[in-house]
């Protein structure tokens, strides 16, 4: 059976939501050396506050299935975004580093939590279409994540006042959360889920596993993120501007995969694409490593992104189909062990790179494909049980 007129709607709703969640905090990126220069603070200071975002989203995160329970999945996202838009305009307008850590802390904990509400959702539009459509949704996100960053990066540009930059775009994303809130699904998060046995102690197992794999996506994603430059231009004396190619490579790729990815898992099932995909990421950045130069170097990255760029969408689909759990346990489990993955990769990879080589600390990419293939039995194959 097609989707209804509903079901379209609620899918665009939801693709709005992912967008403007991807584009609020990186509208702020850009602004972050003026935020830092207005406030007089050292990098050690700027580092600090950044590091309460992470924090607070460890903290709420473990809340999101209590809000969603009481609220719905839907309020909770459009809410939640609105909350976000005002905790990034407080970033930018702290008067001090108390005021900026806290904002952070507070922008880190909305984010987790729409996070969890965001997917619910999407997956629970998903189980309408009998077909995967998860991975759109978080290649929007990408999307939105580098059309925020584009924005903020031209307001810095022009001179735009970091006040009416931040305000305008709070109020613009706010507005689309709500418009994007009428059309989203009525009623409980469970109405298209089959009727399940309660949880055993075997289904923590299974999700702790899945847990474990969106943290090899985090992983990789740090990689590109804060190694490919340093890596680039350091060990193989790359430019400037080539050295960034890396994470540009890398991010690309992955949202190019997701935006395509839907269209593969429904052809070939989640759980080949996904552990074939870190046979991919291992062997392409194991070749780059064991090969180095700057070509190697940014074919591996490319690689790596679009090898792991269905994975988290996949682990978070999985946890949210085991049965007996409560709307957005298992997602808020792995989005948990996602963000604890974020957390723990740049220092592990840093004290391996000043132990032995910032080389040696990048197998850590090619480590977490081989995890991807042993875990990927885990997904759930089918992208949805309709």
């Not at 802390?105 to 279409?129: E, I, K, M, P």
């Not at 430019?239 to 935006?259: D, K, N």
């Amino acid at each position: 059976m097609p989707p209804s007129t509903a079901d379209t709607r609620a899918r665009a709703a939801v693709a709005g939501v992912f967008l403007t969640n991807g584009a609020l905090y990186a509208s702020v990126v850009p602004r972050l050396p003026e935020i830092k220069a207005g406030l007089e603070l050292s990098n050690a200071a700027l580092g600090t506050a950044i590091a309460a975002s992470p924090l607070g989203a460890l903290v709420a995160g473990l809340f999101a299935p209590a809000l969603i329970n009481r609220l719905r999945s839907s309020r909770v996202a459009a809410l939640g975004i609105v909350a976000l838009a005002v905790a990034v305009v407080a970033i930018g307008l702290a008067p001090g580093w108390p005021a900026l850590a806290l904002a952070m802390f507070a922008a880190g904990a909305l984010d987790s939590v729409v996070d969890v509400a965001q997917n619910t959702h999407g997956l629970r539009v998903q189980r309408r279409y009998g077909r995967s459509i998860v991975n759109s949704f978080h290649g929007l996100w990408s999307i939105g994540a580098v059309s925020g960053g584009l924005l903020g990066s031209a307001a810095a540009g022009l001179a735009v006042p970091l006040a009416a930059h931040l305000i305008s775009a709070a109020v613009l994303f706010s507005v689309i959360a709500v418009v994007c809130y009428r059309f989203m699904l009525p009623g409980p998060d469970d109405s298209e889920r089959a009727p399940s046995i309660h949880a055993s102690g075997r289904v923590w197992w299974p999700l702790v596993a899945l847990g474990v794999l969106a943290a090899c996506g985090a992983l990789v994603e740090d990689s590109g993120s804060s190694w490919s430059a340093i890596y680039l231009s350091g060990s193989l004396g790359a430019g400037a501007a080539v050295a960034g190619l890396g994470f540009v490579c890398l991010q690309t790729a992955m949202t190019v995969g997701r935006m395509l990815g839907d269209r593969v898992t429904d052809r070939f099932g989640q759980r080949r694409v996904v552990r074939w995909g870190g046979v991919l990421a291992a062997v392409g950045m194991g070749l780059a490593l064991a090969v180095p130069s700057v070509g190697t170097t940014l074919v591996g990255f490319t690689l790596a992104g679009l090898g792991t760029a269905t994975l988290v969408p996949a682990a978070m689909h999985s946890a949210d189909e085991l049965p007996g759990l409560a709307s957005g346990v298992g997602l808020t489990v792995v989005s948990w062990m996602l963000r604890i993955g974020s957390l723990v990769a740049p220092p592990v990879t840093g004290l391996v790179a000043d132990a032995i080589s910032l080389r040696v600390g990048l197998l850590s990419v090619v480590f977490a494909g081989v995890v991807v293939w042993l875990l990927g039995r885990t997904l759930a194959n089918s992208p949805t049980h309709h």
